[in-house]
């Protein structure tokens, strides 16, 4: 309801105010010439074939009106959330940042300061919808601190963090909204600024985990255990905290960065089960024993936030890692879609969760942005886990149905394509450690063109071009 008031709001502002508004660019996201975009998150046909990953409006829903501000759609969670009330979300707050001296006074560069109150909100196309806090906006901006403060002070915000983001290649800015305005109505009114390149909602993401021995996910992929290493393959794990003390991590954690210093670790069983199907040693050993994690603590209470997202991914970025797993979801975010395209120009291997709402359920992303490897999960039996999303999206299947792996100090069963991208994660470090010259793209081609067939003949809603094959895949070279 508070986000339908929201629209309500800006729509009557809108129609209020008297003067022109100021052209607003539209943001989408550019069409790649070999490929349709479809736009999924949000549609009833989000698992029809002609559903392809990363994409704008299907035909036939209406050309933009210039000027039109594009919000993005949110995703929802992979895994079914308990019946119980939602947690709250720990937002790390920084100090706001101080203007340097000598930019207090003057117009901005980039044009006079204008009153948030002189600006027409220009009513989105599609409603900002789903989870994201309620009194921020992320914002890159072409410019210094100086026009940052500048920008704030036009459009009475604050400012809440800045920093330079290696993968988005700008200044990305947390604004917060103190007098209670509509998110979307401050992202409306922030387009009319050319010192604005991308605004979106800080976004909030959750992770991935079904409640549930020993690990069938070797023999299933076809991935000898006494044979698997992924002796010093760089892996970056974005998620939960870990019990580095827990027995199956020892020697496997090469560095740690917390992307929320100012939220206590209360939960390390996710993460510690993502290290340890990764790379884990002993008794509970991963795919990929040898390779070193890169872990970047980003969740708290199964949330987190998209500026705390992207500063995780930054960190990763600059570990020089060869394959970032991603076992969480969120909403279609051009801020982190961009982020995962530059990753793997650089030539990262990007591993994610393909959801766990069901067949009918959305898209989910980060998996199903193009580059993205979508990881849905199978059983022992190669079934499809029930709560798994379905659609063009899913790219490879991969054992994710109970599961035994560390968790906290001591082990646990698990469940979900969070599990399941992790033991694709391993097995790919397997595949760099074996011919560490291979390309992300050839990875990709490989993993495509040696999958079991499970589902339909050919790559399907449902189980992508099949069940990972590792043996074959190590055998195709491009």
Not at 454 to 474: I, Q, S, V
Request: proline content about 7%; charged content about 20%.
């Amino acid at each position: 309801m508070a986000v339908e008031a929201d629209i309500r709001f800006a729509a009557i502002l809108a129609a209020a105010m008297t003067i022109v508004a100021v052209p607003a660019s539209a943001q989408s996201n550019e069409a790649t010439p070999d490929r349709t975009k479809i736009d999924c998150s949000n549609e009833a046909n989000a698992t029809a074939a002609d559903c392809v990953k990363d994409g704008g409006d299907k035909g036939g829903s209406g050309v933009a009106q210039a000027g039109a501000v594009f919000l993005p759609a949110l995703i929802v969670d992979l895994f079914p959330n308990p019946v119980a009330l939602p947690a709250p979300v720990p937002i790390p707050r920084p100090e706001p940042a101080t203007a340097p001296a000598g930019n207090q006074a003057g117009p901005p560069s980039g044009g006079p300061i204008i009153s948030p109150t002189d600006l027409i909100a220009v009513q989105s196309r599609r409603a900002v919808t789903g989870d994201f806090v309620r009194d921020e906006v992320l914002v890159t901006v072409d410019g210094d601190a100086g026009a940052v403060q500048q920008i704030a002070a036009s459009f009475g915000l604050e400012v809440r963090s800045q920093r330079q983001s290696r993968l988005l290649g700008t200044t990305l800015v947390r604004f917060g909204i103190p007098d209670g305005r509509p998110v979307g109505v401050v992202l409306a009114q922030l387009a009319a600024d050319g010192r604005t390149q991308r605004r979106e909602p800080n976004h909030i993401y959750s992770l991935q985990q079904s409640a549930g021995i020993v690990n069938y996910a070797f023999d299933r992929i076809a991935l000898d255990a006494k044979q698997a290493s992924g002796e010093n393959v760089r892996v970056a794990v974005i998620d939960t905290g870990i019990d580095d003390t827990n027995p199956a991590l020892a020697g496997v954690i090469a560095a740690q960065f917390d992307a929320m210093p100012d939220v206590p670790v209360e939960k390390r069983d996710h993460g510690t089960s993502i290290d340890g199907l990764i790379a884990g040693v002993g008794p509970l050993e991963g795919m990929a024993p040898g390779a070193k994690i890169y872990h970047a603590r980003a969740f708290e209470g199964g949330k987190s936030t998209m500026d705390v997202i992207l500063s995780a991914l930054d960190w990763a970025a600059d570990q020089n890692v060869s394959i970032i797993n991603m076992s969480f979801v969120g909403p279609k975010n051009d801020l982190l879609g961009t982020a995962c395209r530059n990753a793997r120009a650089l030539g990262m291997v990007l591993v994610a969760a393909a959801g766990n709402n069901g067949p009918k359920a959305p898209y989910g992303y980060p998996a199903a942005f193009d580059g993205v490897i979508a990881v849905t999960a199978t059983d022992a039996s190669d079934g499809l886990m029930p709560q798994a999303n379905r659609g063009a999206y899913v790219f490879i299947s991969a054992p994710g149905v109970e599961m035994v792996a560390p968790s906290g100090a001591g082990s646990d069963v698990v469940t979900g394509t969070s599990f399941a991208a992790a033991i694709v994660s391993g097995a790919i470090a397997n595949l760099i450690h074996a011919t560490p010259d291979r390309s992300a793209n050839d990875i990709e081609k490989a993993l495509a063109a040696t999958a079991r067939d499970l589902g339909p003949k050919g790559r399907d809603n449902d189980f992508g071009y099949g069940l990972l094959d590792l043996k074959a895949a190590e055998a195709v070279r491009e």
